[in-house]
Nanobody
């Protein structure tokens, strides 16, 4: 089991920045590729970003490419999502998830463990 706890969400104006954190506990963190997903009201959960086990590889959804940066610290067992130039359409609950096999999956099924989510609201 891997327990994931997100933090760092909040209310920000359009054009602003936020940094989300996801702290992991339980099994060896570096054994898992990690991902961020988000779910806006009335919409399905969607892939945002992923990072490989070493942190050297990253992948982003087209909608956030160039604005969001995902990273990880395998000493602190934490992943981060730096979000810049935020837009109202980025408003959603953001979830981190752990992928035990492979990496950078854009579907939800390969991710076996999920956090509870953190709300991000971007005002116009």
């Amino acid at each position: 089991q891997v327990q994931l706890v997100e933090s760092g969400g909040g209310l920000v104006q359009a054009g602003g920045s936020l940094r989300l954190s996801c702290a992991a506990s339980g099994r060896t963190f570096s054994n898992y590729a990690m991902g961020w997903f988000r779910q806006a009201p009335g919409k399905e959960r969607e892939f945002v970003a992923a990072v490989s086990r070493s942190g050297e590889g990253t992948k982003y959804a087209d909608s956030v490419q160039g604005r969001f940066t995902m990273s990880r610290d395998n000493v602190k067992d934490t992943v981060y999502l730096q979000m810049n130039s935020l837009k109202p359409e980025d408003t959603a609950v953001y979830y981190c998830a752990a992928q035990p096999v492979g990496w950078a999956a854009v579907e939800q099924t390969p991710y076996h463990f999920w956090g509870q989510g953190t709300q991000v609201t971007v005002s116009s």
